[in-house]
């Protein structure tokens, strides 16, 4: 079956530091994994996505790891400020849908 | 310039009753998507509709009919509402249905009492 979870739901980091944020799926037929962000009372705002045959993506900050072979996906956030902290969601894309996984909490310390 | 907004931000109503929810999209995009948050943060699709056609319907009760009078609009009606269905309920839209970077409007906090 399909699903999308998560190895903590909750991570704290120093800001300025780098943050790590887990995932494990188990659907390998995924065409597209992709990491979503939301803030309190907000909705989910997209960050990144990586295709299923790419293992590295970076963008402004952040990277994005998939290791097809243990079904593991990372977000990496780089120099973390305080306006990261949020919910962040891993999510499989495929058949013109996106399964959201459920969700790791980031705080910041100053 | 909101891209996505809904309406109502809250809406407290009783079991039994019916109620609808608004949701407009200004991008121009052709998909647009009704998702479920529980209060636990699990987020899971329920419909999306391509240029006004129906193209996923998550099992869900059919007491939810969804609504795209235009490309830009996607409402959601919800008859004999019930205590489970408290929940936030997110409109969002991309563009193309095979995309998965989605634009999400700011909720709708639903509490059936």
């Known amino acids: 079956g399909e699903s999308v979870g998560l190895h903590l739901p909750t991570l704290s980091v120093q800001e300025g530091d780098n943050s790590i944020i887990n995932c494990a799926y188990s659907?390998?037929?995924?065409?597209?994994f992709i990491w979503y962000k939301q803030e309190s009372g907000k909705g989910p705002q997209f960050i990144i996505d990586i295709r299923s045959n790419m293992d590295k993506r970076q963008g402004q900050r952040v990277t994005v790891l998939l290791n097809k072979t243990v079904k593991h996906l990372s977000l990496q956030i780089a120099a973390t400020q305080p306006g990261d902290s949020a919910v962040y969601f891993c999510?499989?894309?495929?058949?013109?849908?996106?399964?959201f996984g459920s969700g790791t909490r980031l705080s910041i310390r100053p | 310039d909101t891209a996505v907004s809904q309406t109502p931000k809250y809406l407290v109503t009783q079991m039994g009753n019916d109620k609808s929810i608004k949701c407009e999209q200004n991008?121009?995009?052709?998909?647009m998507y009704w998702y479920k948050q529980d209060s636990k943060k699990f987020l899971k699709i329920m419909f999306s509709?391509?240029?006004?056609?129906?193209?996923i319907n998550e099992t869900v009760p059919n007491r939810f009919s969804p609504k795209s009078p235009d490309k830009a609009h996607l409402n959601l009606h919800i008859n004999s509402l019930e205590l489970g269905d408290s929940a936030v309920y997110f409109c969002?839209?991309?563009?193309?249905?095979?995309?998965?970077?989605?634009?999400f409007g700011p909720g709708t906090r639903l509490t059936v009492t």
């Open positions: 509709y391509n240029n006004k056609e129906l193209i």
């Open positions: 991008l121009g995009h052709d998909t």
């Open positions: 999510a499989e894309g495929g058949a013109s849908k996106i399964i």
């Open positions: 969002a839209s991309s563009r193309g249905q095979d995309r998965y970077e989605q634009y």
């Open positions: 659907n390998s037929a995924s065409d597209y």
